[in-house]
């Protein structure tokens, strides 16, 4: 009998995916089988929003046209209650600074605490998107800056549209 796919889930916001995300995404291809990227209806911070969730799991699908084993999904409710729905015993999520580790520290307990099955891996990026997120992608685009070094040709085509009126 073979053994149990491996999958892992890599939540968050992705408003929207930068290329630190992806970065993410295809290091965890090298310990998970399948990798769902879960974009959350309802983040623990909620930030001011550039694209739908629908627009930000179209954009990472987008993302990876050639990698079958990652895959995109919205979710609603809490992580650990899409993570058992998707059979993912595997939570990643990127580290870039000690200050998201106090935050990352604190959701990877609490949710261990509410299923205990449920191990959380911390990543560190390439360094060369250790400064990226997509709060200052967001504001950089809407401020009229170039963000084509930190997303992909993809999500920039959606950012350029959306800065035209699209
Ligand atoms: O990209 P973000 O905004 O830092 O991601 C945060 C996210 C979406 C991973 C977190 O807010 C989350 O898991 N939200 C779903 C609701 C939930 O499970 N809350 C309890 C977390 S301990």
Known sequence: MSAQPRVAVFPGSFDPITLGHEDVVRRSLA??????????????????GMFTVEERVAMIRESFPDEPRVEAAAFGGLLVDFARSVGARLVVRGVRTVADFEYEQQMAMMNRRLLASLETVFMAPDPAHAFVSA???????????????????????????????G
């Open 135 to 165: 709060t200052l992608v967001r504001q950089i685009a809407t401020l009229g800056g170039d963000v084509a070094p930190f997303v992909s040709p993809a999500v920039l085509r959606h950012i350029r549209a959306r800065a035209a009126g």
């Open 31 to 48: 310990f998970a089988d399948r990798v769902v990227v879960g974009v959350a209806e309802q983040p623990t911070h909620a930030k001011q």
